[in-house]
């Protein structure tokens, strides 16, 4: 009878009658799809659980060096004046910078996404061409053209002026995310303009808003060019002073820099864990208000002084010291052209290798979302915490004591790019995956290809939008690079970002301008095809939870 199941009589002298075959058959079949299923996830996971050990590498050298430069030295170097005065002053200008570019960032996004101003899109990629300059490129046009711009005024306006961008994209993609008809009914409801934003538009883009600020952080804690030249003194450059005389006394210095890093990631994961949206997102671009005429012209003068002060004064500096004079005293060690082949060559590596390494993480995360698997991926954002000195003081602790072939080799420099920046690619990598089915490789490997095949035919072709644009904020980063660059860039070889640090360095401004404007443009072209890709991925990336930077997308 359809439906029923034949029970066996059970032979003599057996005390339970054998099972059901059928439910044999299924429970066998069920066991073997999760036995099968097990070792498909098991590949992923353990390759994902091994990036991301890669990634900590850098924080267990660090304490390794410490604890062999013994606690004595530790001791000295923190618990004493001068690192209380370099504490205190890496938190006020932490705290400053935060606050204006949080200010500067929101406001840039607000007027761009709910405003109806003319030449929308050139303004929209103009205020983001500031991540193209390197922090100590501007700072360098700014202190050789205003003598008197230095400390910590000087230090505040060129971070803020550089820095700016990390909460306007963020910020602008949670507008976009949100929905617009909660302020339609605010103002319906007889809130006013300011309130309506407070209340409402605020809570909308908080979570973007502390991820922007945890980016301005890092990047204000890591910086050292831009302080060396306005002779603003942080744990970062005290940290590049120490190195070249006292190592034992650089990696003392490192703990707490590291220590600070990590516990901003912590703090900001704590409150975009409380503020992240619950509602659910829109698609479609809000209804933008015409502003008055003289409402409007104001908000056009203002983005016309922003530009002006981050994009053109910089521009205009460089190209009026190549005018001046290219005269220098310094021997020609290398070419321009020398340089920027070997500028792009070192970071198209590490931005290959972090895009590669940014895959199995992804995978993982997204396809294996179990609590350990999620504790894995928070890890290797843990890195960005890390300044680059601090990551490069690490590298140079394990190659001269277990690895000395890779000493002041490119491969340890590729290899330092891609642990810095991985967490870039990962942001970029994972929305993509977020955004493909699994299915198309299921479907594969039921018509008899292998894992590896199926992911190489099916799955990287999918994801490949974000693995450019992850290629992209990697190599973008790595070409202005300077701490790790300056420590562990191979005798003999020479990068923009060398050549131009020499040349400031002895005040041939002429000769170091065409570095930087080189620099700068081979930076801005990757710049604007990001700010498009994050861009169009504003309002689908649902699911990209986590701390840090997936509030980019």
């Not at 894992?451 to 644009?469: E, K, N, Q, Y």
């Not at 041939?508 to 080189?518: Q, T």
């Amino acid at each position: 009878m359809s439906g029923t199941a034949t029970i066996v009589p059970a032979p003599a002298g057996d005390a339970h009658p054998p099972p059901d075959r059928r439910r044999l058959s299924l429970r066998h079949r069920h066991s073997h799809g999760h036995s099968h299923h097990r070792r498909r996830a098991r590949p992923s996971t353990v390759v994902g659980a091994m990036v991301v050990a890669f990634t900590l590498a850098p924080l267990v050298f660090l304490l390794i060096d410490a604890h062999h430069a013994g606690w004595q030295e530790v001791h000295t170097v923190l618990f004493r004046a001068r690192s209380a005065m370099l504490l205190s002053n890496t938190g006020k200008l932490v705290v400053i910078v935060c606050a204006t570019t949080a200010v500067v960032g929101t406001a840039t996004a607000w007027c761009l996404e709910r405003l109806a101003l003319p030449a929308r899109r050139l303004l929209a990629a103009l205020v983001v061409l500031p991540i193209a300059f390197p922090d100590f490129v501007v700072g360098y046009t700014w202190h050789s053209t205003f003598p008197w711009i230095h400390g910590l005024m000087g230090a505040s306006l060129v971070m803020t002026l550089t820095s700016y961008p990390l909460v306007y994209l963020p910020v602008r993609a949670a507008l976009r995310r949100a929905d617009p008809e909660a302020e339609g009914v605010a103002r319906s409801l007889g809130l006013g303009p300011w309130e309506t934003f407070w209340r409402v538009t605020m809570r909308q883009v908080l979570s973007g808003l502390a991820g922007g600020c945890l980016l301005v952080a890092l990047a204000v804690m890591a910086e050292f060019g831009a302080f060396e030249i306005l002779r603003f003194q942080t744990f970062t450059t005290e940290v590049f002073t120490e190195f070249q005389f006292d190592p034992a006394a650089a990696s003392a210095l490192a703990l707490p820099l590291a220590m600070m890093g990590l516990l901003v990631l912590a703090g900001e994961a704590v409150v975009t864990r409380r503020t992240h949206p619950t509602g659910p997102t829109v698609s479609r671009d809000p209804v933008r208000v015409k502003p008055s005429t003289s409402a409007g012209a104001g908000v056009l003068v203002a983005f016309g002084g922003l530009v002006g002060l981050a994009v053109v004064l910089p521009i205009a500096t460089l190209i009026g010291w190549m005018v001046r004079s290219q005269r220098t005293t310094l021997p020609a060690s290398t070419s321009l052209a020398h340089a920027l082949a070997s500028t792009v060559g070192y970071g198209a590596g590490g931005a290959l290798l972090a895009t590669v390494l940014a895959v199995p993480v992804a995978v993982m995360a997204v396809r294996r979302p179990h609590t350990l698997q999620r504790v894995m991926e928070r890890g290797a954002y843990l890195v960005q915490g890390l300044p680059g000195v601090v990551v490069a003081l690490s590298a140079v602790f394990f190659t001269t004591r277990y690895a000395y072939r890779l000493y002041q080799s490119s491969t340890l420099l590729i290899v330092v790019y891609a642990l810095l920046f991985l967490p870039l690619a990962l942001v970029c990598v994972k929305v993509s995956v977020v955004q493909t089915s699994e299915s198309y490789a299921e479907v594969s490997r039921s018509l008899g290809r292998g894992p590896l095949a199926s992911f190489a035919l099916i799955t990287v072709p999918l994801i490949a939008p974000g693995l450019a644009a992850g290629f992209c904020l990697v190599f973008l980063s790595s070409v202005t690079e300077l701490t790790a660059t300056l420590i562990l860039i191979p005798i003999g070889h020479h990068t923009l970002v060398t050549q131009f640090w020499a040349y400031q360095g002895a005040a041939a401004y002429g000769a170091a301008a065409p570095y930087a404007l080189v620099m700068i443009l081979v930076a801005g072209i990757p710049t604007l095809l990001l700010n498009n890709w994050f861009a169009r991925r504003a309002t689908g990336a649902t699911g990209t939870t986590g701390t840090t930077l997936p509030v980019l997308t």
